[in-house]
């Protein structure tokens, strides 16, 4: 009996660890898209160029950045929602294949040349940058309204974010067109939530699976770094049991 709660304990361990990393590795992802996005987007004067015409107008340099900027922060966006689907155990294979298909738009975007010389590729450009937030909304905010079912913690944040986000972005196209403004307000606000939700449900996560492993452990302080620092917590016992 004793050696299946050790094993169990030792599965616990191994996932906590796992689930601690990959919250760091998708925050650190998400924290460089959105300084990327800032800085790509106001290269030129956000008003009145959108990122297509920031990287097809100007310099020919800024379109490698560009298509650098759509592959790092679609990848940077695919990964860390699918590591939220596999944190919550969502089922619905769609959402996936959506999140998927919508990164790849997003970079089909980048890639087609958006020049007013070139109506065919530019009316593509535009077909591509619309299906992509189209697949990115039908995969995302229904897993979103299940998190805010299953977690009521998180219900009124989830659905006051989902309204910024969608409706602010729409709003700013309304009334400024299809500009970069509205194109940095979406991203922006959509990474900035990813990184709360991600830190929300990863953490959420990380105290849950603690908690059953510290459960009968009298002292917090060791059992905490046995848990996450192995380790230093064998040299920091090794170093005081030479003194005694």
Known sequence: M???????????????????????????????????TAVYGTLQDPFQYTFSKIGNRFDPA????????????????QLSILALFRLENYKKKLQYIFII?????LVLTALLPSLDEWPFYQDLHIYAGGIFAFFITIGF??????V??????????????????????????????????FELFFFCTFIIFLLYITLSLFEEQIIKRSVDLLTGVED????IDDIFFPEWARKKRKKRNKQK
């Open 2 to 36: 004793d050696k299946d709660i050790n094993i169990d304990q030792k599965i616990i361990h191994e996932r906590l660890l796992i689930e601690r990393r990959t919250r760091i590795t998708v925050m650190s992802l998400l924290l460089t898209a959105l300084i990327f």
């Open 220 to 223: 917090l302080d060791r059992g």
């Open 148 to 181: 805010a079912k299953e977690n009521i913690r998180l219900k009124r944040s989830v659905y006051i974010w989902i309204t910024v986000i969608w409706v602010g972005s729409i709003s700013f196209m309304l009334i400024l067109g299809n500009t970069g403004v």
């Open 62 to 77: 800024l379109r490698i950045v560009f298509i650098t900027w759509s592959i790092y922060t679609g990848l940077a966006i």
């Open 141 to 146: 905010v229904p897993f979103m309204r299940w």
């Open 101 to 105: 298909v919508g990164v790849v738009f």
